[in-house]
Each structure stands twice: as structure tokens, then as C-alpha cells.
């Protein structure tokens, strides 16, 4: 049920933004056309990052004149007489462009020196714990069976499950204010590094993380579409940034940037957690295998052989299914997927 959207449930508190920050945001309102308002708004589902030395006027200024640029749909294309979009294609909007996450994690920022807050969880809180709690049970579950294959032990030693946790290198994209990888540090998890190309948002995380107690959690600038990491980590976590790339205005090419670029992330056998709200499941496993025949059809032209499903990159591992649903159009599904692929 792509595309039902719902707004992110507040944070625990909503402080007055500060003087400069809402001046900031007059100033973008009067730049940005209710059309382009519009989208964003429709278009909920993602905070990504905040970082820039520019100041805010400048800021805005460059998201107005990158959508000046943009081939938006025209207002006639959203009519209900016509034929709806790609289920598959999600309308570019505004929180496709790293501007308007400068200026939205700038406000940030400021309310966090000011007030001590974090900010906004998307998906909620309860969504974040969700993927925390599920995606240890999952990462237990393999470490168990890898040490069962040739054992006789017949049932999870817990202190073992934990040392064994501690070992995995995890990798969290996008990660904006860092929470899940705390969460995560929760679980058990300790080799933990987040990622993002708003220097702002890695700012705001190692702050928030010291402040909570975290100091050993990595940050670091870097775009996961033209990454500089040059490791592989175990566990690869993305909560909202595919999401937020989709919403560029050339999302499709970027997706698919992505996909390569998360395949040089992921060791093999490693997992990659996927939690999205403008794809459901069925569509991220359709995009999966869309980049499995990609890359196997490379892979024909320069072996010049026939592929085979040894050459898969990524295969489905499992998905939560304990999400509320809802039924819309007279179709069930929920807001929020979360689904994880193994790498081969």
C-alpha cells in the first residue's frame, strides 16, 4: 500500500523554534509555492540531515532555486479523473533535497542547545523500538544457527548472544540524530558507526549521544551514494534514507546508486535492515530483484557467460510483521515496513 502516509508523532515535547530559525522559515515560506508546500507536506515520511555553513536565507534559497529546476507534476495531475502515477514511482518533492533538511536540522540543532531536545523520531518511537528489538532477535538467530551447524548444544546461551553482538559491525545510513544506533547500543550491540552527508546531523548525534550516555558510538560525514568507507560491516541499518532518496527529483537513478553502492557495504552474509513508509514490502523486494538481474546482466557482458543465482546480491531474509494495519482503497497494509536482506 505504497504512498499512505501518516504525520510523525511528535516529540516529547515541541519547544519554540528559535527566533532565527523561524525567520528562516518565513523567509522559505514566501520563497516556496504552495504547489511545491503541497508535495512536501503529502510527502511526510522523511527527515534526513542537516548540515551547512551556509545561513539560513542562503540555505532556502538554494532548495527554491534547485526546485525552480525541478519538473514537478503540473497541479492538473493530481486530478482524480486521471490515471494515478507508477505505483513503483514516488513523486519528487521538496524533502528530496539536502537544502531543506540544512535548514529543517538547523532549527534542530538550535532547540537541542536551547532546550536539550533530540528532535523528532520518524516513524515514532515505537517503530524505532520495534526494528531495535527485532533486528537483535534476527542478528541472534544467525549467530545461534552458524554456531549450532556441527553442535549439539540445543538451545541460545544469552551471554554468549551478547558477546556475539558485540562483534558485529554495524552501519547505520542516514543516521540524522542517531537514536536507533543507541537503541541498538541497548540491545547489545557496541561496534556501532553512523553515517551522514549533513555535517550538522553528525554534530547533533555525537552530541546527544554523549549527553545520553553513548560516547563510544562512531559518527561521521559521508554520503552512502558516493561513501569514502572503505569497510564492510555486518549489519547495515536504514530508517527513512532510501526513502528520502526517492524523493529527489532524479530519485530513480539515485535508488539505484544506492543499491550499488549499500552492495560494497554489506559483507557477505552480512544483513541489511530496510524500514520505509513510501514502499511496501513487496515493492522493496520487487526493487531488490530489479538490481539482483542488473547486476547478474553486467556480470553476462563481462564474463560473457550465462548468470546464475549464485551471482544474486542480495536475497529476502525476513520482515517485522507485528505493525498495526490498516485498510485503504479496500487494501490492507500498514504505514511503516521494515524488511532485511542478507548479502550473498
Known amino acids: 500500500m505504497a504512498g499512505v502516509r501518516w504525520p510523525p508523532e511528535d516529540s516529547d515535547l515541541n519547544p519554540p523554534r528559535p527566533a532565527a530559525a523561524t525567520a528562516a522559515a518565513a523567509a522559505a515560506e514566501q520563497m516556496i509555492s504552495d504547489d511545491d508546500r503541497s508535495v512536501a507536506a503529502d510527502s511526510w515520511s522523511i527527515k534526513s540531515e542537516y548540515g551547512s555553513t551556509l545561513d539560513d536565507e542562503q540555505r532556502h534559497a538554494d532548495a527554491v532555486d534547485m526546485l525552480s529546476g525541478c519538473n514537478f507534476p503540473a497541479a492538473s495531475d493530481y486530478s482524480s479523473d486521471k490515471e494515478g502515477p507508477d505505483s513503483n514511482e514516488v513523486e519528487a518533492s521538496l524533502l528530496g533535497l539536502q537544502s531543506y533538511w540544512d535548514a529543517s536540522y538547523a ?4 532547540n537541542f542547545h536551547e532546550h536539550g531536545q533530540a528532535g523528532e523520531i520518524w516513524f515514532g518511537i515505537e517503530v524505532m523500538d520495534t526494528v531495535a528489538t527485532w533486528t537483535k532477535i534476527l542478528c541472534a538467530n544467525i549467530s545461534q544457527s552458524h554456531k549450532s551447524e556441527g553442535s549439539s548444544n540445543s538451545g541460545p546461551d544469552p551471554a554468549s548472544i ?3 553482538l558485540s562483534s558485529w559491525g554495524v552501519l547505520d545510513i542516514g543516521t540524522g540524530n542517531g537514536l536507533l544506533l543507541q537503541e ?11 553515517t551522514d552527508y549533513s555535517e550538522g546531523a553528525i554534530v547533533l ?9 553513548f560516547p563510544n558510538i562512531n559518527f561521521m560525514v559521508d554520503d552512502v551514494l558516493e561513501t569514502k568507507l572503505n569497510r564492510k560491516f555486518h549489519l547495515v541499518m536504514d530508517k527513512g534514507t532510501l526513502d528520502a532518496i526517492g524523493l529527489h527529483p532524479d530519485g530513480q537513478m539515485k535508488r539505484l546508486m544506492y543499491w550499488e553502492s549499500v552492495s560494497n557495504l554489506v559483507a557477505p552474509g552480512g544483513i541489511l ?8 514490502k513487496d515493492e522493496l523486494l520487487q526493487e531488490v530483484e530489479n ?8 556480470q553476462d557482458l563481462d564474463q560473457d557467460q550465462e548468470g546464475s543465482d549464485e551471482n ?3 536475497q529476502y531474509l525476513d520482515h517485522v510483521r507485528t505493525y498495526p494495519t490498516i485498510l485503504f482503497g479496500g487494501i490492507e497494509g500498514s504505514r511503516v515496513c521494515t ?3 542478507q548479502r550473498l
Not at 532549527?107 to 538550535?110: K, V
Not at 541498538?184 to 553512523?194: H, I, M, R, V
Open 107 to 110: 532549527e534542530d540543532l538550535a
Open 162 to 164: 551478547s558477546k556475539d
Open 184 to 194: 541498538l547500543a541497548k540491545q547489545g550491540f557496541s561496534d556501532l558507526t553512523g
Open 205 to 213: 548525534a555525537q552530541k546527544i549521544a554523549t549527553r545520553n550516555g
Open 273 to 280: 535492515v530496510i524500514t520505509s513508509c513510501n514502499s511496501t
Open 291 to 298: 538490481f539482483n538481474h542488473k547486476m547478474l546482466d553486467i
Open 312 to 314: 544474486v546480491v542480495f
Open 339 to 341: 524488511v532485511a536482506f
